[in-house]
Nanobody
Framework: QVQLVESGGGLVQPGGSLRLSCAASGFSLDYYAIGWFRQAPGKEREGVSCISSSDGRTYYVDSVKGRFTISRDVAKNTVYLQMNVLKPEDTAVYYC?????????????????????WGKGTPVTVSS
């Protein structure tokens, strides 16, 4: 069964850190681009980051550059999103998704249409 499962979300104070995981089963992430998206209440889904399996290149939306890091563990078939210096505006449900085509070079405005597989999401709340 093809599945993506996110984990690692939770409640954190501003300035804190979380590491999200996206574990794939039923297929290999080797030939996919893997993206992280988020959707805050009342807002559209937005792309946050993407990693290319073919060359490991990473891409970020400007609002998270320098704070978030996407990475991949081939052996575990898992992608991570390390989130540091979290801000209240980072509060959202975070989703991972994959597709056979490369990451977009510009993450801003990437809504994730046409992705092959999606996880169910993990909530992140940044609040004091």
């Amino acid at each position: 069964q093809v599945q993506l499962v996110e984990s690692g979300g939770g409640l954190v104070q501003p300035g804190g850190s979380l590491r999200l995981s996206c574990a794939a089963s039923g297929f290999s992430l080797d030939y996919y681009a893997i993206g992280w998206f988020r959707q805050a209440p009342g807002k559209e889904r937005e792309g946050v980051s993407c990693i290319s399996s073919s060359d490991g290149r990473t891409y970020y939306v400007d609002s998270v550059k320098g704070r978030f890091t996407i990475s991949r563990d081939v052996a575990k078939n898992t992608v991570y999103l390390q989130m540091n210096v979290l801000k209240p505006e980072d509060t959202a449900v975070y989703y991972c998704a994959t597709r056979h085509t490369p990451c977009p070079r510009v993450i801003a405005g990437w809504r994730g249409y046409g992705m092959d597989y999606w996880g169910k999401g993990t909530p992140v709340t940044v609040s004091s």
